[in-house]
């Protein structure tokens, strides 16, 4: 069965720091893609960062990147410059083609501190 | 529309009654996904729908979970007989691809609140 795991319940970053959140995975599949997503408090979840796993070169959006081992089953969310607005939950989630299943992990709540 | 939305936003239901839960996907999108959200954790997949078409109802937890959307647009999540253990938050996502679906971005709604008393 597929799974998905994040085992950092929440995590703290001092604002303009750096913080790396983890994700794991567990799949038979060869071809798949990872995303992060962010649930700000009270606010509608929004895409972050997708990964496709045919790739090697690690995606990239402004802020945020992933490090994406495919051998490990790892692919964790590094933010850089953290701003307060990036407090918030974050989940790590998979899909498989050949299915429109998502897997969710249980989430990360991330605090900014000032 | 501007982006994904759900009505109503809080529902509170005494236990044993129907409850019905309106997704309104943003326009043209062809894939429409219903999660249930419990307390703290993430998101689990409940059915999926391309176009009007119910293809994937795998995660409905049970026979009285229903989902439609007959129109391809507007989608409904029932619940007959709601028990306390279906109290959860329940999301509606919707992505503009169809086969590719799984590939593309999804677009979450606000979510609606049921607690079941």
């Known amino acids: 069965a597929q799974t998905v795991t994040q085992s950092q319940p929440e995590m703290s970053v001092q604002e303009a720091e750096t913080v790396t959140l983890s994700c794991t995975y567990d799949?038979?599949?060869?071809?798949?893609?990872l995303f992060w997503y962010k649930q700000p408090p009270s606010r509608q979840m929004i895409l972050v960062i997708r990964q496709e796993a045919y790739k090697q070169q690690n995606a990239t959006e402004n802020r945020f990147s992933v490090n994406f081992q495919k051998a490990a089953k790892s692919f964790s969310l590094k933010i850089s410059d953290s701003q307060l607005g990036d407090a918030a939950m974050y989940f790590c989630?998979?899909?498989?083609?050949?299915?429109?299943?998502?897997?969710f992990g249980t989430g990360t709540r991330l605090k900014v501190l000032a | 529309g501007a982006g994904v939305s759900q009505s109503p936003r809080y529902k509170v239901a005494k236990r044993g009654q129907d409850v019905a839960l309106r997704c309104d996907p943003i326009s043209g999108h062809v894939s429409l996904f219903w999660y249930q959200q419990a307390l703290g954790q993430g998101p689990e997949f409940l059915t999926y729908f391309q176009n009007e078409a119910q293809l994937d109802k795998s995660g409905l937890p049970s026979d009285r979970f229903f989902a439609e959307r007959p129109e391809g647009s507007v989608s409904t999540l029932k619940i007959q007989r709601t028990q306390q253990e279906d109290s959860a938050v329940y999301l509606c996502a919707s992505t503009f691809e169809g086969g590719g679906a799984w590939a593309d971005t999804q677009y979450f709604g606000p979510g609606t609140r049921l607690t079941v008393l």
């Open positions: 799949t038979s599949e060869s071809d798949y893609y």
């Open positions: 989630a998979y899909t498989t083609s050949g299915t429109y299943k998502y897997i």
